[in-house]
C-alpha cells in the first residue's frame, strides 16, 4: 500500500511540475508580462531601423550579470523585419551585446525571445555589434533604444550616444525606446543646447517598478532622471509595475514604460514614420 501511495505520489508531483511549467508563463502574460500585440500588416521596405543597447554586462561592484533585458531588444527587431524594415544592431562600446541571463529562461522568455534563439542571423548580429560612435545615424528612419539595467550604466552618460540620437531626430527620423532605453535622451541636445525631450511626453521604467525589484543602487533611474531633465513623465501603476504598459507618442518621439511594451512602441514608430511621409504634420 505504502508503495502504491508512494508511485501515485511521485506521478503526482511530476504532473503538477509539468502542467507548472506550462501554465506559468501563460499566467505572467494574462497578468500583463509580454502581452500580446498584434503588428498591422505595414511595407516599409526599402527603410532602416537601428536597435541601441547598452554594453554594460553586470550591475556595478556586485559583479551580478545583467545587460540588456532580451525582449526589449528582440520584440522590436523582429516587429521592424516583418515589416520589411533593414535592421542593424548597435551598443555603446560595440561588439558582443550582454544580455539579461533571467530574461533568456522560464518562464520570463517571450515569444520573440525564443525566435531569437533559433535566429543565426540575428545572433551573428548581436555578436558583432556596431559601436554607436562609429554609426551614422542620418542612414536610419527609426532609432530604437531598448532597456534592461545596463543601461542605467551607459546610456545617460554617454555623450556620442545623445549626439547620435540627436543627428537622427534632426534628420527626421522617429527615435523612441523603452523601459531604461529613454536614459539615452538624457544627452541628446538640439542645435540650440536644448534637450529634445525637454517639455515633451516621454514614458520609462518607474521608480515604484525599480523598488519593487530591488534594484536601487544603479546610477541612474529613469523617471527620476528624465522628470529632473524636465520631461512631462506618463506611466501606469498596476499592483506591481513589471505587469504596467504605457507607450507615449509626442511627434516624432515614441516611447514604452517596460518591456511589456516593446512591440507596441516599435509599430508605432513605423506607424508615425509612414504618417510623416504621408504629409501630415508629426513635430
Same mark, same amino acid.
Given at each position: 500500500? /505504502? ?6 505520489? +511521485? #506521478?503526482?508531483?511530476? /504532473? ?18 509580454h502581452p500580446h500585440y498584434d503588428v498591422p500588416a505595414m511595407d516599409l521596405s526599402g527603410k532602416r531601423a537601428l536597435i541601441v543597447t547598452t554594453s554594460q554586462d553586470t550591475l556595478g561592484e556586485s559583479g551580478? +550579470?545583467?545587460?540588456? $533585458?532580451?525582449? *526589449? ?14 535592421? &542593424?544592431? +548597435?551598443? #555603446?562600446?560595440?561588439?558582443? #551585446? ?23 542571423? $540575428? ?20 532609432? $530604437?533604444?531598448?532597456?534592461?539595467? =545596463? ?11 545623445? *549626439? ?8 527626421? +527620423? ?6 531604461? =532605453? ?16 525637454e517639455g515633451r511626453r516621454i514614458s520609462a521604467v518607474t521608480d515604484k517598478q525599480i523598488t519593487e525589484l530591488g534594484i536601487t543602487h544603479t546610477p541612474m533611474h529613469p523617471e527620476r532622471d528624465l522628470r ?44 508615425? /514614420?509612414? *504618417? &510623416? *511621409?504621408?504629409?501630415?504634420? #508629426?513635430?
Amino acid at each position: 500500500m /505504502l508503495m502504491k501511495i508512494l508511485k501515485y505520489g +511521485a #506521478i503526482g508531483l511530476v /504532473l503538477l511540475l509539468v502542467i507548472g511549467r506550462l501554465v506559468l508563463p501563460h499566467l505572467l502574460t494574462g497578468l500583463g508580462l509580454h502581452p500580446h500585440y498584434d503588428v498591422p500588416a505595414m511595407d516599409l521596405s526599402g527603410k532602416r531601423a537601428l536597435i541601441v543597447t547598452t554594453s554594460q554586462d553586470t550591475l556595478g561592484e556586485s559583479g551580478k +550579470a545583467t545587460g540588456v $533585458f532580451a525582449s *526589449e531588444m528582440t520584440a522590436p527587431y523582429y516587429a521592424f523585419v516583418d515589416s520589411g524594415m533593414d535592421v &542593424d544592431i +548597435a551598443s #555603446i562600446r560595440g561588439g558582443q #551585446i550582454p544580455i539579461e541571463p533571467q530574461s533568456l529562461k522560464w518562464p520570463i522568455a517571450s515569444t520573440a525571445d525564443k525566435r531569437y534563439l533559433k535566429d543565426p542571423l $540575428f545572433q551573428s548580429k548581436v555578436t558583432r555589434s556596431y559601436q554607436i560612435d562609429q554609426v551614422d545615424t542620418t542612414d536610419y528612419d527609426i532609432v $530604437f533604444l531598448a532597456g534592461g539595467w =545596463g543601461a542605467a550604466y551607459d546610456f545617460g552618460q554617454s555623450a556620442e550616444l545623445g *549626439e547620435k540620437v540627436a543627428i537622427a531626430y534632426s534628420n527626421d +527620423a522617429v527615435v523612441g525606446g523603452v523601459c531604461h =532605453g529613454p536614459l539615452g535622451f538624457l544627452q541628446a541636445y538640439d542645435e540650440n543646447g536644448q534637450l529634445i525631450v525637454e517639455g515633451r511626453r516621454i514614458s520609462a521604467v518607474t521608480d515604484k517598478q525599480i523598488t519593487e525589484l530591488g534594484i536601487t543602487h544603479t546610477p541612474m533611474h529613469p523617471e527620476r532622471d528624465l522628470r529632473a531633465a524636465g520631461v512631462v513623465f506618463e506611466a501606469e501603476s498596476k499592483f506591481r509595475d513589471l505587469f504596467a504598459n504605457t507607450v507615449v507618442v509626442d511627434g516624432r518621439i515614441v516611447t514604452g514604460q517596460n518591456q511589456n511594451s516593446a512591440t507596441e512602441t516599435a509599430v508605432k514608430m513605423m506607424q508615425v /514614420l509612414l *504618417e &510623416d *511621409e504621408s504629409g501630415e504634420t #508629426i513635430s
